[in-house]
């Protein structure tokens, strides 16, 4: 593997915004690349790879390193360690004037290194997912959580049959997949692919979801003409799977605080041929007003730390920290606090996560069952999807009624 310098520098800056000013890692790689349109397909590729693996594996490389994060040259130290992990020789530049002739051993050897180094955690979460899973789940969890990623698609079965998408899929594009069987619009594609231009996905014949993302819309379980609020929505994926399942027939109401989000969903559902779809902001006093006691049933899909997809998104290790789950959660009170009034009587109320603990999910929900208005709700049911049991994200969802 031979790594070219402008491919290094444009890691390092890459590496310098995520860590340094905890920009987020997806649009980061994603305006790396439209900045340096002339780079070839294996130096994107290079550049994407070597940006996810260090973000991964910081603790782990810092730790076969013997860096220091105070190092002037920490991320270019830090770059120069995944090229020795690959079997890479190192380039003769200035920046790896420490690390030059340094010996390291590849994978860790995990009878002599303990779990925060050899699964890269910080201390924080390291104890905070053995408290909430005790140490073998734990271990198994972490591991699982820097396991590669499955590439999953939701069939829009509006436009398209799932078999017949993979059929199709296989036929025309050589992309071979599995379908889900608990699922049955989810398909599991056996390798990773670029999909972005696919003709059938700017069709609208599908999406990509994870598998345990999209059971959240079956726990909604909306019906054909009813009223769903979709109270953080974001860019729209569960409003468009939201709308697909209910025929495109009703209302879905999509409400977020982010306004540019709110465009994107309504792109994506013109590409879907979704038209049930009504995006409010999220502080739409006369909405709140209008529909209070009136919705069939309201989704929070609620901001959260993400540290259930660390797969996806590895820099949440580095950019969370136990203050700022502290402030996410005060959030996800008020978010409840301030939706659930909109359900109607016997409507349902479903709250969700992107994260596995405890204090964002379960107690949250009890801490919700014993205000107010959480008082008129009974809990139907609840589950905590792990990454390691799934193979998929790792996921809460919890289902209330209003009584």
């Known amino acids: 593997m031979k790594l070219y310098r402008n491919i290094a520098l444009g890691v390092v800056d890459g590496l310098e915004r995520i860590f340094d000013k905890e920009e987020a890692l997806r649009p980061?790689?994603?305006?790396?690349?439209?900045?340096?349109?002339?780079?070839?397909s294996r130096d994107r590729r290079l550049l994407g790879e070597a940006i996810l693996d260090i973000v991964r594996w910081k603790r782990s490389y810092s730790f076969v390193g013997t860096l220091k994060?105070?190092?002037?040259?920490?991320?270019?130290?830090?770059?120069?360690?995944?090229?020795?992990?690959?079997?890479?020789?190192?380039?003769?530049?200035?920046?790896?004037?420490?690390?030059?002739?340094?010996?390291i051993t590849w994978p860790l050897d995990p009878l002599t290194n303990a779990l925060t180094i050899r699964e890269s955690l910080p201390d924080w979460l390291d104890e905070m997912g053995i408290e909430a899973f005790g140490d073998a789940i734990w271990e198994k969890e972490s591991h699982a959580l820097n396991s590669p990623s499955s590439l999953v698609?939701?069939?829009?079965t509006l436009k398209q049959d799932p078999i017949k998408l993979q059929k199709q899929l296989k036929k025309e594009?050589?992309?071979?997949?599995?379908?889900?069987k608990e699922i049955p619009e989810t398909l599991l594609l056996k390798e990773h692919k670029n999909l972005l231009q696919n003709p059938l996905y700017l069709q609208g014949a599908f999406e990509i979801q994870d598998a345990n993302s999209q059971r959240v819309a079956?726990?909604?379980?909306?019906?054909?003409?009813?009223?769903?609020?979709?109270?953080?929505?974001?860019?729209?994926?569960?409003?468009?799977?939201?709308?697909?399942?209910?025929?495109n027939k009703g209302i879905v109401y999509a409400m977020d605080p982010q306004e540019n989000k709110l465009e994107q969903l309504l792109k994506r559902a013109e590409r879907n041929g979704i038209t049930s779809i009504q995006v409010h902001p999220h502080n739409d006093v006369d909405f709140f007003t209008l529909h209070q006691g009136k919705i069939d049933t309201v989704l929070i899909d609620a901001p959260c730390s993400g540290l259930?997809?660390?797969?996806?998104?590895?820099?949440?290790?580095?950019?969370?920290?136990?203050?700022?789950?502290?402030?996410?959660?005060?959030?996800?009170?008020?978010?409840?606090n301030k939706n659930a009034p909109l359900v109607k009587k016997e409507g349902t109320l479903v709250y969700a996560t992107c994260s596995i603990f405890p204090n964002e999910n379960q107690n949250q929900i009890s801490r919700f069952l014993k205000t107010e208005i959480g008082a008129e709700f009974k809990l139907i049911?609840?589950?905590?999807?792990?990454?390691?049991?799934?193979?998929?994200d790792g996921f809460y969802i919890a289902q209330l009624q209003k009584i």
């Open 381 to 392: 049911k609840e589950q905590t999807f792990l990454a390691h049991q799934s193979t998929f």
């Open 69 to 103: 994060e105070n190092s002037k040259n920490y991320n270019w130290e830090l770059v120069g360690v995944w090229m020795l992990t690959k079997g890479a020789e190192l380039p003769d530049w200035d920046e790896f004037s420490e690390i030059k002739g340094l010996k």
């Open 218 to 247: 079956h726990w909604v379980n909306p019906q054909k003409g009813g009223t769903v609020v979709d109270a953080c929505a974001g860019s729209g994926g569960k409003s468009l799977h939201l709308a697909t399942l209910m025929q």
């Open 173 to 180: 594009y050589d992309i071979e997949s599995i379908q889900s």
């Open 153 to 156: 698609i939701r069939c829009n």
């Open 308 to 336: 259930g997809v660390l797969r996806r998104n590895p820099a949440a290790k580095w950019q969370m920290n136990p203050e700022k789950i502290k402030a996410l959660e005060i959030l996800q009170q008020e978010i409840l």
């Open 28 to 40: 980061v790689l994603s305006q790396l690349l439209k900045q340096n349109k002339k780079w070839g």
